[in-house]
């Protein structure tokens, strides 16, 4: 069984940064393809961002392109996300989510088979 620990939340200013870790167990690291997604209270979970399983492809949603970035370190069985410039609307509990499919659609989160029990964002004005 895949097991997804996110660590790294908190509290920060807007215009500050941000960096999520995502660490796995339960699976060879390198065989999962990797998502990160954020929900708001009130709001449905949101696509943030995914990269492939040897890291050679990322992918971003619209709000957060140019501001993060995914990067995974297969050795390490680690996976984060940076986050810079970050927005009082980037407040949201982060989840990594991971598949361990040949395929599937980055941005859906039926793609994904397993989920990380989520860490807190919160950006203040």
């Known amino acids: 069984q895949v097991q997804l620990v996110e660590s790294g939340g908190g509290l920060v200013q807007a215009g500050g940064s941000l960096t999520l870790s995502c660490a796995a167990s339960g699976h060879p690291f390198s065989g999962l393809f990797l998502g990160w997604f954020r929900q708001a209270p009130g709001k449905e979970r949101e696509f943030v961002a995914a990269?492939?399983?040897?890291?050679?492809?990322?992918f971003y949603g619209d709000s957060v392109k140019g501001r993060f970035a995914i990067s995974r370190n297969n050795a390490k069985n680690t996976g984060s996300l940076q986050m810079s410039s970050l927005m009082p609307e980037d407040t949201a509990v982060y989840y990594c989510?991971?598949?361990?499919?040949?395929?599937?659609?980055?941005?859906?989160?039926?793609?994904?088979?397993?989920w990380g029990q989520g860490t807190q964002v919160t950006v203040s004005s």
């Open positions: 989510a991971a598949s361990a499919g040949v395929s599937g659609v980055p941005k859906d989160t039926r793609t994904y088979d397993y």
């Open positions: 990269i492939t399983r040897g890291g050679g492809n990322t």
